[in-house]
């Protein structure tokens, strides 16, 4: 039970990604091939970064050709159904919000699973949620949202640290991992919507 | 004798890529120390992220330190020629794209060799061949080329399918190896000689 | 004796990254979260190209939640003591200078310890030096001074020769090491004060 949770995360994951990257790279006017690379990087940038880091090479992507396969359907899906979506910079920041929750709890989950300390753990759930968007960005040479003006990283922070709260109160893995996805996508978008920001330093 | 093809092809595009990069660097006007740099990082950045992504650590020029001399004597070569050389755009792009199909040979068998399936073989030849020159362009602030103007990683991928088509036809390797070092080189020139691109997205 | 050494130059290093990082992310106007992951990411990124490089994983500071913790009090602490620090350029560049002599040598010794030849040994040592500084310029949109300006990784190629001779000599390791971070030092702080730099390439 609790593999099919981790396969269904991750493959929500890779989707929600791979249609926030190739909605990023539309709206940029790349080529159909430029498209298909921003979305694949963005969908398997988070997760490569995460395995370098630990040493579990081959990376993951590299070990199962169905991911590729899955990131070129939903991309080319995606191209197809664009004529059909209005609100383009909407339905990025959804995905992008969604894929960054499930991928925050994938990167917690193998940190655990590699018996590193939680502030360990935070801190490669956090890697793992954030390095997707940040490459995709950075290629695309947007300013990486990430390090001025939305609380992103934090909310992939503050869902790490739930997890390991709420995993101290005997609720059922599955339940917490859900709350987890489910704070870090609420936050995410409750923060974008009502304009929250840290303070910054004034001098 | 196949051993040996591999190790002529990798002093071939060490080679190649060491001038490509020594030439941009020297374009850019970085003090020598730069364009020894960028010359070295050009040359192993391809190889060094292959390696990295399969695991085959220390990676390849850190145990071989005729790598390091060979980018080393090669740059130095470059700079001290440089004045007998009038087309310096022209040379960068033809040492470019003999390096392109050189590199992606070599990292298309590392994956075969690693026992990874066809479509990952071609992704890993495709960034062992354009990781380089990403890197390269990135350092010297050029927009990377492969994302906008040119047909660049689409060669690398069709040059890495055409590998798969001839073996399947008991042509030797070697042969099927340099066919397709020939067909990226020239795919990449004839694209960039009669400006094709793939179209854009347009709104 | 020679552990305790090499603890007390990795402890020294990263609260002279951690320093650096946050007075160059303090300059930026980041918000304190973001002044910690530059801080963070000043600190750990030597090391961690270094590991991933050698295949030394999970990387060092995923073993050892003190580092992290180090890094955390060194830039909150110098957060809250930024009001009583007038000349922030010069703090932020002798921190900088300091760190890349102390990491330096720390690469000069992982190097020799895996048995790499000393060609190998003096790059992996200046990467583990300079590469903190070179993502911190990066994210913060810094052009990194690395490639243009000032002899930055020369200071580090010339410290590792010199520790490779100092060693011919039978002096004592803790020593050789001590100076070797001390020209390192030194060397970087005279080229900056004095403004020498390598001639470029004229045409």
Known sequence: MDISTTETIEIL????FAISGT???????????GVLII?????IGGGTVRDLLLGDTPVAWMRDVRTCLLILFTSIA??????HIKKFKVTLFLFDSLGLGLFTMLGLQKGIA??????????LGTITGCFGGIIRDTLLNTIPLIFRKEVY???????????FILIQFTISVVVAKLI???FIFVLRIL????KLTLPKFVY
Chains 1, 2, 3 share one sequence.
């Open 78 to 83: 995606t191209i197809f159904f664009k004529t």
């Open 153 to 163: 990283a934090t909310a992939c922070i503050l869902g790490g640290i739930l997890y």
């Open 114 to 123: 590699f018996g590193l300390s939680p502030g360990i753990c935070v801190a």
């Open 191 to 194: 923060v974008v919507r009502y």
């Open 39 to 43: 979305a694949f990087v963005t969908s």
């Open 180 to 182: 987890v996805i489910a």
């Open 13 to 16: 994951g890779t989707i929600s």
């Open 23 to 33: 909605f990023a790279a539309m709206q940029k006017r790349l080529d159909p091939f």
